[in-house]
């Protein structure tokens, strides 16, 4: 069974596998790259094989997935102190150096301007949608599930749907975390902690949408 999507666009790639953005950014694939143009019409440019890419996409799955407990209570713990912990502990640290790296370089037309602004609001979604796990669908999973689950799990994939654009956002604004050869070493830190955090929500959103939400439908 194949894991990639090979219809999707590559402006839609940032969240789709674990490990699949960096791959195909290491191949010259960004939000950048033939952005109107599917997958499977790329693959041939870049001198890969489908077969090649799923292998070398499994291989990036199956190490996100390494350390993950399979206990359902126990996945969740994990969820919440590798995830959630986190992403509010980054996304924090992000913000600021944002704002450092923009008020720094202003004058700068490599600047990424607006990143804070994108960061801020990526925040306040994360947060939001975060709680609302925290709150009652990980209480009620832990519980043993519930007749109305399949709602809130439905609300929780349709955000992370919108997670993915934000992320596809985020490597659009940073040239797919590529900083200006005589960039700054807080410009530098920058894209690798948005690079870090973008693979970080990937492997989470995953995590959840393949194997602990099915578990419950």
């Avoid at 950048?32 to 499977?40: I, K, M, Q, T």
């Avoid at 704002?99 to 004058?107: G, I, S």
Wanted: charged share 20%; aromatic share 4%.
């Amino acid at each position: 069974m194949t894991m990639i999507d090979y219809s999707i666009r590559t402006g839609d790639i940032a969240a789709t596998l674990p490990g699949l953005a960096q791959l195909l950014r290491g191949l010259g694939v960004t939000h950048c790259f033939g952005e109107a143009r599917p997958l499977s019409e790329l693959l041939p440019e870049l001198g890969l094989a489908a077969a090649e890419l799923e292998t070398r996409s499994a291989a990036l799955v199956a190490n996100a997935a390494k350390d993950v407990p399979q206990a359902t209570g126990t996945m969740i713990d994990y969820i919440l102190r590798r995830y959630h912990d986190t992403h509010r502990r980054d996304l924090a640290e992000l913000i600021l150096l944002a704002d450092k790296v923009e008020n720094v370089h202003a004058d700068d037309p490599g600047a990424p301007a607006g990143l804070a602004t994108c960061l801020a609001r990526i925040e306040a979604e994360l947060e939001s949608h975060m709680e609302k796990e925290e709150q009652i669908l990980f209480p009620m999973m832990k519980s043993g599930g519930h007749p109305m689950i399949a709602q809130p799990i439905a609300a929780m994939m349709a955000e992370h749907d919108s997670h993915a654009s934000q992320l596809a956002r985020l490597e659009a604004l940073t040239n797919a975390f590529t900083a200006p050869p005589d960039a700054c070493g807080s410009w530098q830190a920058l894209y690798n902690g948005l690079e870090r955090l973008t693979a970080d929500l990937v492997a989470h959103m995953h995590l959840e949408n393949t194997v602990l939400f099915p578990r419950f439908l």
